[in-house]
């Protein structure tokens, strides 16, 4: 009997002891109150093909789908769609109380999914289907979680909102590490897939807000382009699209970057007037002076082709001021603004919010991030 007694106290001490500390991976203990909304949950796979192999008919291109559903009731008139960056998933969305869960405050319908050929979404595995990382630990720290500490670019000294340490060994960190998954080199089969199948989910649920983090802007633009009237409003945050070039690290000029996305904003086609047939048809120069605190950006010269079926959305970005993106995401800005795009850029900085990463969606003031996305949907609705 006392000893008996002695274990159970043992017992409650340490369940009591586990769950003093719920961050990062530690919240999965069952002790652990759940910080997210009170939602119902459901999920899909929408669209996709059969491809027919030796071994039997296979599905591809099919795309991963949570439905979210407030409690309380849905009380917006039109859904938003939650769409992961480079790297990562729609686990994302949840994580302490997620970005997702701020939306089910706001009684909107939320969708997350995760993006053809990235986590339980679904792209052709051809010969040449080559994956390739998420992210490395040192990626993240100096690009994203702790810019500040190896000065990684002239804004990273104002990144104050990450939570935890941002380093290796800080329970916050490794659990979001944990989160970069690999993903596919041949972003021409997942534009494809997501063109195909992020249209046939927009038919489903009618016109909707998207949400896209970082490169994840790549499918909200090319679904614009293809079915308009499904797509009420593309919001990006820190969009990674940046008109046909990628920017690596600190440095000026061309070094440091690489040509990408031929088509000006993406890897495939997408509708232009003049119509052209192929991406070399359109002709760009660098326009701007270059420093690290504020990069040249490509602009279209000579003929200027307009993004026609683009143009019919409306589109905003939204960037953190301690950003590497706040030197570059003007490039975005004002090739959409060339090509007939009627654009919107909201500076956190300007709304009074302060020291957000790239992944400012994530930090500590995530709510007032989501409060500024849902103010621009009700004026947008
Ligand atoms: C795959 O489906 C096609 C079309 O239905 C069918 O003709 C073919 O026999 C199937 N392949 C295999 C291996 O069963
Ligand atoms: C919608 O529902 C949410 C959550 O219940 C509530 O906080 C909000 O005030 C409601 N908004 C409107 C416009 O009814
Ligand atoms: C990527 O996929 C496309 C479409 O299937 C294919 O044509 C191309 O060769 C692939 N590229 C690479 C580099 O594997
Ligand atoms: C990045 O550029 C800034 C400004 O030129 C410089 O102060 C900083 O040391 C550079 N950081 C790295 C990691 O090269």
Same mark, same amino acid.
């Given at each position: 009997m006392i000893f008996s007694a002695l274990f159970n106290l043992a017992s409650v001490a340490s369940v009591a002891f586990a769950a003093a500390d719920c961050t990062?991976?530690?919240?999965?203990?069952?002790?652990?109150?759940?910080?997210?909304?009170?939602?119902?949950?459901?999920?899909?796979?929408?669209?996709?093909?059969?491809?027919?192999?030796?071994?039997?008919?296979?599905?591809?291109?099919?795309?991963y789908v949570e439905k979210l559903t407030p409690a309380a009731g849905v009380n917006q008139s039109?859904?938003?769609?939650?769409?992961?960056?480079?790297?990562t998933s729609g686990v994302v969305s949840h994580n302490r109380k997620g970005f997702a869960s701020h939306f089910?405050?706001?009684?909107?319908?939320?969708?997350?999914?995760?993006?053809?050929?990235?986590?339980? &979404?679904?792209?052709?595995?051809?010969?040449? @289907?080559?994956?390739? !990382?998420g992210s490395?630990? =040192?990626? /993240?720290?100096?690009?994203?979680?702790?810019?500040?500490?190896?000065?990684?670019?002239?804004?990273?000294?104002?990144?104050?909102?990450?939570?935890?340490?941002?380093?290796?060994?800080?329970?916050?960190?490794?659990?979001?590490?944990?989160?970069?998954?690999?993903?596919?080199?041949?972003?021409t089969i997942q534009e494809l897939s997501m063109r195909s199948s992020g249209c046939q989910l927009l038919s489903l649920i009618g016109p909707s807000f998207l949400?896209?983090?970082?490169?994840?802007?790549?499918?909200?633009?090319?679904?614009?382009?293809?079915?308009?009237a499904l797509v009420a409003g593309n919001i990006n945050l820190e969009p990674g699209n940046i008109p046909f070039q990628s920017y690596v690290g600190n440095t000026t000029s061309s070094v440091g970057r690489t040509?990408?996305?031929?088509? &000006?904003?993406?890897?495939?086609?997408?509708? @232009?007037?003049?119509? !052209?047939?192929?991406?070399? =048809?359109? /002709?760009?120069?660098?326009?701007?002076?270059?420093?690290?605190?504020?990069?040249?950006?490509?602009?279209?010269t000579g003929t200027i082709h307009k993004l026609t079926e683009i143009a019919k959305v409306k589109y905003v970005a939204l960037t953190g001021s301690a950003?590497?993106?706040?030197?570059?995401?003007?490039?975005v800005i004002d090739f959409l603004e060339q090509a007939g795009v009627a654009t919107e850029w909201i500076k956190l900085a300007d709304k009074g919010i302060v020291g957000n990463g790239h992944f400012g969606y994530l930090e500590k003031n995530s709510p007032q991030i989501a409060g500024v996305v849902h103010e621009w949907i009700q004026s947008n609705c």
């Open positions: 990062g991976i530690n919240a999965v203990a069952p002790q652990c109150v759940s910080q997210e909304a009170l939602h119902y949950r459901d999920f899909f796979y929408i669209g996709g093909r059969y491809v027919a192999g030796a071994a039997g008919n296979l599905t591809y291109d099919q795309l039109k859904p938003v769609v939650l769409s992961h960056g480079g790297g089910l405050d706001y009684g909107y319908q939320v969708y997350i999914i995760d993006q053809t050929s990235v986590g339980r &979404g679904s792209a052709e595995d051809l010969d040449d @289907y080559v994956m390739r !990382i490395t630990a =040192e990626i /993240t720290e100096k690009g994203f979680t702790a810019p500040e500490l190896t000065n990684a670019y002239p804004q990273s000294q104002q990144h104050t909102q990450w939570p935890g340490s941002g380093v290796k060994g800080d329970s916050v960190f490794d659990a979001f590490e944990s989160t970069f998954i690999p993903l596919t080199s041949n972003l949400i896209s983090h970082s490169i994840g802007a790549l499918h909200p633009l090319l679904l614009s382009n293809d079915c308009p040509s990408a996305r031929p088509w &000006g904003m993406t890897n495939t086609h997408v509708t @232009y007037e003049p119509a !052209i047939s192929d991406s070399s =048809e359109l /002709t760009y120069e660098l326009v701007g002076d270059d420093t690290p605190a504020k990069r040249s950006c490509y602009m279209q950003s590497p993106h706040i030197t570059y995401e003007h490039c």
